[in-house]
């Protein structure tokens, strides 16, 4: 009995860990706007919990971000530090709502895995920005935002 006890012991930090998530902050400075999938990578991208994002973004990064925080496992998110490189009214369609991230239009609309976001300057509180993210608990607005969109926080904590 004590020696499958201590068999059992041992292995069972193996599976709690098996998991092999990402938990310390991955900063990743994307150079080329809509480049931020390859510079992650298939091996990480489902992994990461908390990814700092540098640079220069455009749709197909938005939506990147949208698909690890719904497939993997990000909780917290920091694009302060980032520009916008996209045609004016940029957006793509997910499910029955228009995604606008330059209008900050259903942006992280249904994200239900993020628990903290740091947003940039350029990034404006539209409708629906954050609707259904029932797990955000922080997110830092940055200076210069004067108005918030319709429903944005329905369904948050």
Request: proline content about 3%; aromatic content about 10%.
């Amino acid at each position: 009995m004590l020696l499958a006890f201590m068999l059992l012991s041992s292995v069972m930090p193996t599976f709690a860990a098996d998991d092999n998530l990402i938990t310390e902050q991955v900063t990743i400075d994307v150079k080329k706007a809509g480049t931020l999938s390859s510079l992650v990578g298939n091996d990480k991208q489902n992994r990461i919990t908390n990814l700092k994002v540098t640079g220069k973004l455009n749709i197909s990064d938005i939506k990147f971000i949208r698909e690890i925080e719904r497939s993997g496992a990000l909780k917290i998110l920091d694009f302060q530090n980032t520009t916008w490189r996209d045609y004016i009214g940029a957006s793509y369609k997910e499910s029955n709502y228009t995604i606008i991230p330059e209008k900050g239009q259903c942006v992280f609309y249904d994200c239900k895995k993020i628990q903290q976001i740091v947003l940039p300057s350029w990034f404006r509180i539209g409708d629906h920005a954050f609707y259904v993210c029932s797990n955000l608990t922080s997110i830092k607005i940055p200076d210069g935002v004067t108005s918030i969109g319709d429903d944005t926080f329905s369904g948050c904590i």
